[in-house]
């Protein structure tokens, strides 16, 4: 196993974490089928997660209470289930992720569109140093990889109505597939394969904005005329950032330790007992 190499925190939180809520948060985020060091490696994130929130007065993560994994896992598997979390946070007591002296914004997503992105694409800064493009290629076979939603004309203008022309929408029942595309251009796309600009009649829209709006899987998307209706393929599922859960459980099966799977998807980072 990897020397996990840990370094005291060298600052003082306001505020404690209280680490019974992780379990919480963890049912909310990972299936009970995950690999147990996945399971372990997101436990690091939500904690990370939860101290960072704390640091900088924002909200923690959404977690479920008792009688919500109950109603998810049924009775019966209840008590196995929250063990098997409880033992996860217990073996990686305290362990965070830190880049430099600041705790890390641990970004994950449910599956890649083949390659996480790299947050300096994502937001024209170098914040997030430790969020850099990775292979997760291992997504592949994942069920949430490929999905395809199929649009008549007056569907996407009616789902979309804020991205089109007043004149395109009272014109609506009358636009053929073909002559809708054609006002839709992809005008960039990051190393990772996901839009970040598009031209919709002129006016440019962000990826994540179409996607959100339309409620597509991500914005590693693309459009197409098929029989008379609008094609919308999406890659992956999620914003494409840090780690893809999908990828870590993969990993996981490989006999990657948390610690591996962490140190793939985060850049330069460092663990810390806090």
């Known amino acids: 196993m990897e020397d996990l190499s840990l370094i005291p925190s060298t600052e003082e939180s306001e505020s404690v974490l209280d680490e019974d809520i992780l379990p919480g948060i963890l049912a909310n985020e990972i299936s009970m089928e995950t690999e147990t060091e996945?399971?372990?490696?997101?436990?690091?994130?939500?904690?990370?997660?939860?101290?960072?929130?704390?640091?900088?007065?924002?909200?923690?993560?959404?977690?479920?209470?008792k009688g919500e994994m109950i109603k998810m896992w049924g009775q019966e598997n209840f008590s196995k289930y929250f063990s098997r979390i409880k033992s996860c946070i217990e073996e990686t007591a305290g362990i965070v992720m830190r880049h430099g002296e600041a705790y890390i914004k641990a970004d994950f997503h449910r599956c890649s569109a083949g390659y996480t992105r790299e947050a300096a694409e994502v937001y024209g800064n170098d914040e997030y140093p430790y969020l850099k493009s990775v292979d997760s290629r291992m997504d592949l076979p994942s069920e949430d990889f490929l999905k395809v939603v199929f649009y008549?004309?007056?569907?996407?203008?009616?789902?979309?109505?804020?991205?089109f022309s007043d004149a395109t929408k009272a014109a609506a029942t009358e636009k053929t597939a073909e002559e809708l595309l054609a006002g839709i251009v992809i005008t960039k796309k990051d190393t990772a394969g996901y839009v970040t600009e598009i031209s919709i009649e002129g006016?440019?829209?962000?990826?994540?904005?179409?996607?959100?709006?339309?409620?597509?899987?991500?914005s590693a998307f693309s459009f197409k005329e098929v029989d008379?209706?609008?094609?919308?393929?999406?890659?992956?599922?999620?914003?494409?950032?840090?780690?893809?859960?999908?990828?870590?459980?993969?990993?996981?099966?490989a006999g990657?330790?948390?610690?591996?799977?962490?140190?793939?998807?985060?850049?330069?980072?460092?663990?810390?007992?806090?």
């Not at 008549?152 to 109505?161: F, N, V």
């Open 203 to 218: 006016n440019i829209v962000s990826g994540e904005e179409l996607r959100l709006a339309y409620d597509w899987n991500s």
């Open 152 to 163: 008549t004309p007056q569907q996407l203008i009616a789902t979309g109505a804020t991205f």
């Open 38 to 65: 996945a399971i372990k490696a997101q436990a690091v994130i939500a904690r990370t997660n939860c101290i960072r929130a704390i640091e900088q007065g924002e909200e923690l993560p959404e977690g479920l209470t």
């Open 228 to 253: 008379g209706e609008i094609r919308v393929m999406t890659k992956g599922l999620g914003h494409g950032l840090g780690a893809s859960l999908y990828g870590a459980n993969q990993l996981a099966e």
């Open 256 to 274: 990657y330790t948390y610690q591996d799977i962490l140190k793939y998807y985060y850049d330069g980072i460092e663990f810390a007992i806090d």
